[in-house]
């Protein structure tokens, strides 16, 4: 059975920080990988997609990375912002479109 | 596009009463999911539509709950009778190209 683990669950930096989000899970026989960001009260707002071919993706000051033999992805947020506070969640595509999502890692960037 | 609309927002019943939430997922997208989320287990996938052909409905916790998607704009779920333990923040998601776009999401109190 698929599990997807993120740690650290929680994270607070000084705005201006290069930082780290982590993303693993137990089967590396996945479609895609896709983080997402869900500020409070609201939906999730999609921020890259990974196919299994590939090994990162890029958008902005975010860059995800993917490397399925290990089981992780980490997502890369350059020179945080206030405005990049909220949670972060990875989920894998493990077959048939059953997407599993992570328990999220809550970002707070401090001004 | 106007995104995954959902509604209502906001929906406060009664124990035992019935509800239906609604979805209108984006044009185009041939896919549409079901979720729900609680603090204590996270983003749980209930049921997922292709084609409006519901195909995985593993993660339906009770009979109680019930989804149907009748065309390719429009999906419901519903809950009969509701209970305490139905409280969440419910979310439809529909996926083209690009990954998967989440509407804003119901919030569920069952009193």
């Known amino acids: 059975k698929q599990e997807v683990t993120q740690i650290p669950a929680a994270l607070s930096v000084p705005e201006g920080e290069n930082l780290v989000l982590n993303c693993s899970f137990t089967?590396?026989?996945?479609?895609?990988l896709q983080w997402f960001r869900q500020d409070p009260g609201k939906g999730l707002t999609s921020l890259l997609l990974?196919?299994?071919?590939?090994r990162e993706q890029t958008s902005g000051r975010l860059n995800a990375s993917l490397d399925k033999s290990s089981g992780r992805s980490t997502l890369y947020i350059a020179a945080s912002q206030p405005g990049d506070s909220a949670t972060y969640l990875c989920?894998?595509?493990?077959?048939?479109?059953?997407?599993?999502f992570g328990t999220g890692t809550r970002l707070k960037v401090l001004a | 596009d106007a995104g995954v609309i959902q509604s209502p927002r906001h929906e406060v019943t009664e124990m035992g009463q019935e509800v239906t939430l609604r979805c209108k997922p984006i044009?185009?997208?041939?896919?549409l999911f079901w979720y729900r989320q609680t603090m204590m287990r996270g983003l749980e996938l209930l049921i997922y539509?292709?084609?409006?052909?519901?195909?995985?409905d593993s993660g339906m916790p009770e009979d109680r709950f019930s989804a149907k998607m009748p065309n390719a704009s429009f999906s419901t779920l519903k809950i009969q009778p509701s209970e305490p333990r139905d409280s969440a923040v419910y979310f439809c998601?529909?996926?083209?190209?690009?990954?998967?776009?989440f509407g804003s999401g119901t919030r569920l109190t069952v009193v």
């Open positions: 989920a894998v595509m493990a077959g048939t479109y059953k997407y599993i």
């Open positions: 089967d590396s026989a996945i479609y895609n």
């Open positions: 990974i196919q299994s071919s590939q």
């Open positions: 044009s185009g997208h041939d896919y």
């Open positions: 539509f292709n084609n409006n052909v519901p195909i995985d």
């Open positions: 998601a529909s996926e083209g190209r690009g990954g998967q776009r």
